[in-house]
């Protein structure tokens, strides 16, 4: 059952972003970055995950302009996110990538098919056609996505790639060796 009918599929939906828009209100009332480039003022793009938790620019100590952040559930170097990198080298001046998983993650939480289970069981949608990509031991995903990013064909030779895991009780990044 669509969500929306022929008459209002192209009407933005105000009451359900009125918090979104008075936000924006706010923050452009006092917009400082116009000045800014699309390019990676500090070479780094980092790979994280969406949880809210995880602010990217605030944990490195870094400002608008000077990272490319690429997020995703689990922080997983898919195959978009080496679309993206490859994009971010080669004409945004990145030539460092972090990637960035955290502790307390859902996706390290449960397997892939606990996952589609408690989606089927508590909201009736089977999500097996979609792989999420969980985790059962992050230290190993970060390694594998490390290596991904260090022997893909495509990125740069040049392109350093780290990863740390982010502790969202702590608000410290360990760095893994991989």
């Known amino acids: 059952m669509p969500i929306y009918d022929a008459d209002d599929v192209r009407a933005f939906p105000v009451e359900a972003f009125a918090d979104v828009i008075e936000g924006n209100a706010q923050f452009a009332s006092s917009f400082t970055g116009s000045d800014l480039t699309g390019r990676a003022a500090k070479g780094l793009a980092v790979v994280t995950c969406m949880d809210s938790r995880v602010n990217p620019l605030?944990?490195?100590?870094?400002?608008?302009?000077?990272?490319?952040?690429?997020?995703?559930?689990?922080?997983?170097?898919?195959?978009?996110?080496?679309?993206?990198?490859?994009?971010?080298?080669?004409?945004?001046?990145?030539?460092?990538?972090?990637?960035?998983?955290?502790?307390d993650c859902r996706m390290a939480s449960a397997t892939e098919s606990q996952i589609h289970e408690a989606i089927e069981r508590d909201f009736g949608v089977d999500t097996r056609?979609?792989?999420?990509?969980?985790?059962?031991?992050?230290?190993?995903?970060?390694?594998?996505?490390?290596?991904?990013?260090?022997?893909?064909?495509?990125?740069?030779?040049?392109?350093?790639?780290?990863?740390?895991?982010?502790?969202?009780?702590?608000?410290?990044?360990?760095?893994?060796?991989?």
Do not use: C, W
Request: glycine share 10%; hydrophobic share 45%; proline share 4%.
């Open 58 to 103: 605030g944990l490195l100590g870094m400002s608008a302009g000077d990272v490319k952040i690429i997020r995703n559930a689990g922080a997983r170097v898919t195959d978009d996110v080496l679309r993206t990198l490859i994009l971010a080298s080669y004409l945004l001046g990145v030539n460092r990538v972090l990637v960035m998983p955290h502790t």
């Open 129 to 178: 056609s979609v792989e999420f990509r969980t985790v059962d031991n992050q230290e190993s995903a970060l390694i594998t996505d490390l290596v991904r990013i260090r022997s893909h064909p495509l990125l740069p030779k040049g392109l350093v790639a780290g990863g740390a895991i982010y502790d969202v009780h702590t608000g410290r990044l360990i760095p893994k060796a991989a």
